[in-house]
């Protein structure tokens, strides 16, 4: 029952990424389990080049990406997509919430974004994951932390004008 343990310690980790790439709570729980049991079935495959975590995290992020582009298939063969929904407000109690503001990305950022910074992957790894060419990933990401950065930083202009008046 190792691999039960291994399911334990690392279920949160992997529904968490799940999450921020935009799967809802219920969906995330459905992707862990399929990535955990995808992982249960390819463990041979596991050659410990890095961790169990960062493997089973890339094998749920490649589930959750063959899931959207599927739905997305789906979604294109009944009606028109719709484009750039409006970013949400910012939190006006100040507070920073990374799952709200990853919501600002489109799905190609937050999946590039996810892959890089929550599942560890490098560039290059996230590329062949994706099936993207290196430079699309590297855009998405650079576009992903701009938006990130804009959304999370305090008002650079307030507190940039109340420097200079001390």
Not at 21 to 39: N, R, T, Y
Not at 47 to 74: D, H, M, N, S
Request: net charge positive; glycine share 10%.
């Amino acid at each position: 029952m190792a691999f039960g343990e291994l399911v334990r310690r690392h279920g949160s980790a992997v529904r968490g990424l799940l999450r921020r790439m935009g799967a809802q709570p219920s969906e995330a729980d459905d992707l862990a389990q399929d990535a955990f049991i995808a992982a249960f079935e390819a463990v041979a495959d596991f050659r410990g080049e890095g961790t169990f975590a960062g493997w089973v995290k890339k094998i749920a992020a490649r589930t959750y990406t063959r899931r959207l582009q599927k739905e997305k298939r789906l979604r294109l063969a009944a009606e028109e997509t719709r484009e750039d929904e409006a970013a949400p407000e910012p939190d006006p109690a100040g507070r920073l919430d990374l799952d709200e503001a990853m919501k600002v990305l489109n799905d190609a950022e937050r999946i590039c974004v996810s892959f890089c910074y929550g599942a560890g992957l490098s560039h290059a790894e996230a590329a062949e994951a994706l099936n993207l060419p290196l430079g699309t990933v590297k855009s998405h990401v650079k576009r992903g932390l701009d938006k990130l950065r804009a959304r999370l930083a305090p008002e650079a202009g307030a507190s940039a004008g109340r420097r200079g008046n001390g």
